[in-house]
């Protein structure tokens, strides 16, 4: 079965950086776009970044700070997070659709950006 483990999460001051990780097994990884989404308190979850097939996409406000990049030899995604601010608090999922539209989600991973 599909199964997504998120890691990386904690603390961070403002202007930190962190590195999440997402381990993917249950299904051919190389062959489907892998995404990082993220809620935040009392919000809805928004997208963060994509990785398809050599390409990458990230909403506009996600621009510039956030860069997803992929391991396709060990499965894994990561996001790296540049100059993070107290607005990118929330928790941090990976996610991938299968070929039917089903979602797959990992637990999250909580963010934290505070002095």
């Known amino acids: 079965q599909v199964q997504l483990v998120e890691s990386g999460g904690g603390l961070v001051q403002p202007g930190g950086s962190l590195r999440l990780s997402c381990a993917a097994s249950g299904f051919i990884f190389p062959a489907y776009a892998m995404n990082w989404y993220r809620q935040a308190p009392g919000k809805g979850r928004e997208l963060v970044a994509s990785?398809?097939?050599?390409?990458?996409n990230y909403p506009d406000s996600m621009k510039g700070r956030f860069t997803i990049s992929r391991d396709n030899a060990k499965n894994t995604v990561f996001l790296q997070m540049n100059n993070l601010s107290p607005e990118d608090t929330a928790v941090y999922y990976c996610?991938?659709?299968?070929?039917?539209?089903?979602?797959?989600w990992g637990k999250g991973t909580l963010v934290t950006v505070s002095s």
């Open positions: 990785s398809n097939e050599g390409s990458t």
């Open positions: 996610n991938v659709r299968s070929i039917h539209g089903i979602d797959y």
